[in-house]
């Protein structure tokens, strides 16, 4: 590595090797940062490296499970090897998980949990120490529009974002002393793998067709108006360089309505829009509430 390079603040992008991590990472290394991307496998990589070279900058690669313990303490390790410091995490490494509560099994809640929300958790644990010491640092948490609204049929996947929520707010109060930033950003529907691989549903009892489907049809809709990945590259970039930061960033197709909407949505309508039997009567009011057309 170049002492030029040796001079930048170094970004670390957890999950970099698709989608928004991808996006995330070469954004911040086309924008002056040396970014150390994190992938559960280095065979991984090839796209990523590919987008980077087309962007005229270059990634550098580390393999974590942020799942494992040791894996994440062996990561950091090297990474700080090799770089002295981290002056960024972007905790974007995550799963989704598509169940309604009653076919929810408890080992789906703790395998989404343990990644999205421990994983960011492991790994904030091992900057942190250092970002305390040097009084700087920012640690930006991915989380999504599920976490701070329900999204039918996704328990596990929506309250392990809530989660990484909670968790995020009180890291920002426990860092403040230390002036460390602390950013939650809130995607909506992006360009991204994950709603590829998020296609399984349980519906072992039947009786949970019209929720199943209603789920599918809004990442159908969402699908169709997708924003690119690099959108929330560049709030990333935002929420770390600006002057005047603050704790949450909407973004992304539904990222921004929903999140707003839902401020102003009783929690009677929240609960009257599931007692809808019919789909287009569901569409609709879905629809008057919070100003996303979601329907076929």
């Known amino acids: ?8 603040p170094v970004a670390v992008v957890t999950g970099a090797n698709s989608g928004i991590g991808r996006a995330t990472a070469v954004h911040l290394a086309a924008n002056g940062f ?3 991307g994190t992938v559960r496998s280095l065979s991984k990589i090839t796209k990523a490296d590919a987008m980077a070279s087309e962007a005229g900058v270059r990634l ?3 393999e974590i499970d942020v799942a494992d313990d040791d894996s994440v303490a062996r990561g950091f390790d090297e990474i700080f090897r090799i770089a002295g410091r981290v002056d960024v995490l972007v905790n974007n490494a995550g799963v989704g998980g598509n169940a309604v509560v009653e076919e929810c099994p408890p080992a789906l809640y703790l395998e989404v949990m343990n990644i999205n929300l421990c994983g960011a ?6 900057v942190l120490p250092s970002m305390r010491e040097r009084r700087s640092g920012t640690i930006v948490n991915v989380s999504s529009v599920v976490g701070r609204f329900a999204a039918l049929a996704q328990a596990p996947y929506v309250a392990s974002k809530w989660a990484l929520e909670a968790m995020s707010e009180g890291l920002a109060q426990e860092l403040a002393p230390w002036g460390i930033r ?3 950003v809130e995607p909506g529907i992006t360009k991204s793998a994950i709603f590829a691989k998020n296609v ?12 199943y489907r209603r789920l599918f049809q809004f990442y159908a809709a969402g699908m169709a108006n997708a924003t690119d990945p690099f959108e929330v590259g560049a709030v990333v970039l935002e929420a770390i360089t600006t002057d005047a930061p603050r ?12 999140l707003e909407a839902r401020t102003r949505t009783t929690d009677d309508e929240w609960v009257a829009l599931g007692a809808l039997a019919d789909d287009a009567a569901y569409y609709a009011e879905f ?8 329907a076929p």
């Open 1 to 8: 590595m170049s002492t030029a390079a040796n001079n930048l």
């Open 34 to 36: 040396r970014v150390i």
């Open 60 to 62: 550098e690669w580390v």
């Open 121 to 126: 958790s492991r790994c904030a644990q091992a």
């Open 182 to 184: 602390v950013a939650i």
């Open 200 to 211: 399984d549903a349980p519906n072992s009892s039947g009786a949970y067709d019209a929720h």
């Open 247 to 258: 704790l949450r960033y909407p973004v992304s197709w539904g990222g921004p309505e929903l």
């Open 287 to 294: 629809e008057r509430l919070f100003g996303v057309r979601i």
